[in-house]
């Protein structure tokens, strides 16, 4: 004869807890190497050699105040090209013309003058811009990271106090998150930036930016990127270049 158990109380939550566990598990497979800044700083080096290029539609809403509806929006075209930078076309606008001024033009013009050159090699994520540290592992969208804190070695608008998320195996950036270290304008004062990335075609691409900011002025500020439609262009040279170089000191 079978016998039926009930099980209530602290059983019940215990087998529960047990069942639930490997779904909520956040370990990654591997402990961090105690390389790890090093291999973040290659395979940031080659991404930069082996990205030629691409194209991507760009979706800029604005949002005030908790309001669900955007107050100004923007479509984007947007084709960077290595040696050359980033260059837009506007294809429609809608909303507040102040704000597509003076947060939306301003962004882009922004990301147009730190898309090439120097100015670009001082803004990415590598120890020559960053001191980092590791805090812990955990998974992110499915994917095993290590988090790291970001702490710039100078005030810079473009570069901020935060963390980052790397993968795991590949050392690219999932997730960044922080404040800018230097004020970016006194409309936005030192908004909470967000932003989310996906493997394409083997690169690190964003695929959603969020920016938050709060001021007398204008008060609540929610700006949101989407990204859609890329066309990568790998350099098949830079690929073949960088698989036999050394990791960075």
Same mark, same amino acid.
């Given at each position: 004869?079978?016998?039926?158990?009930?099980?209530?109380?602290?059983?019940?939550?215990?087998?529960?807890?047990?069942?639930?566990?490997?779904?909520?598990?956040?370990?990654?497979?591997?402990?961090?190497?105690?390389?790890?800044?090093?291999?973040?700083?290659?395979?940031?080096?080659? +991404?930069?050699?082996?990205?030629?290029?691409?194209?991507?539609?760009?979706?800029?809403?604005?949002?005030?105040?908790?309001?669900?509806?955007?107050?100004?929006?923007?479509?984007?075209?947007?084709?960077?090209?290595?040696?050359?930078?980033?260059?837009?076309?506007?294809?429609? +606008?809608?909303?507040?013309?102040?704000?597509?001024?003076?947060?939306?033009?301003?962004?882009?013009?922004?990301?147009?003058?730190?898309?090439?050159?120097?100015?670009?090699?001082?803004?990415?994520?590598?120890?020559?811009?960053?001191?980092?540290?590791?805090?812990?592992?955990?998974?992110?969208?499915? +994917?095993?990271?290590?988090?790291?804190?970001?702490?710039?070695?100078?005030?810079?608008?473009?570069?901020?106090?935060?963390?980052?998320?790397?993968?795991?195996?590949?050392?690219?950036?999932?997730?960044?998150?922080?404040?800018?270290?230097?004020?970016?304008?006194?409309?936005?004062?030192?908004?909470?930036?967000?932003?989310?990335?996906?493997?394409?075609?083997?690169?690190?691409?964003?695929?959603?930016a969020h920016s938050e900011s709060k001021s007398f002025l204008l008060g609540?500020?929610?700006?949101?990127?989407?990204?859609?439609?890329?066309?990568?262009?790998?350099?098949?040279?830079?690929?073949?270049?960088?698989?036999?170089?050394?990791?960075?000191?």
């Open positions: 004869m079978i016998k039926t158990v009930k099980l209530s109380g602290p059983l019940l939550r215990l087998t529960l807890a047990a069942a639930l566990l490997p779904l909520c598990s956040h370990a990654p497979a591997q402990d961090p190497p105690k390389d790890l800044v090093q291999r973040v700083d290659k395979a940031q080096r080659a +991404r930069e050699a082996e990205l030629a290029g691409y194209s991507v539609t760009e979706h800029y809403s604005v949002f005030r105040n908790g309001d669900p509806q955007p107050v100004a929006s923007a479509v984007v075209e947007t084709v960077y090209k290595r040696g050359e930078g980033k260059d837009y076309t506007v294809t429609s +606008r809608s909303g507040s013309s102040f704000l597509q001024r003076n947060l939306i033009d301003r962004v882009l013009t922004e990301e147009k003058n730190i898309s090439n050159g120097e100015l670009r090699k001082s803004v990415l994520i590598t120890s020559a811009n960053y001191t980092m540290q590791f805090i812990r592992e955990e998974q992110l969208a499915g +994917r095993d990271c290590f988090i790291l804190k970001l702490t710039p070695k100078r005030k810079s608008p473009y570069l901020i106090n935060g963390q980052v998320w790397i993968d795991a195996h590949t050392y690219d950036i999932v997730h960044i998150e922080g404040k800018p270290s230097a004020m970016p304008s006194i409309w936005v004062g030192y908004p909470m930036i967000r932003r989310d990335y996906q493997q394409l075609d083997g690169f690190s691409l964003a695929r959603e609540t500020t929610v700006l949101k990127i989407d990204y859609e439609n890329y066309h990568v262009t790998p350099d098949l040279a830079g690929v073949a270049e960088d698989k036999g170089a050394e990791p960075s000191q």
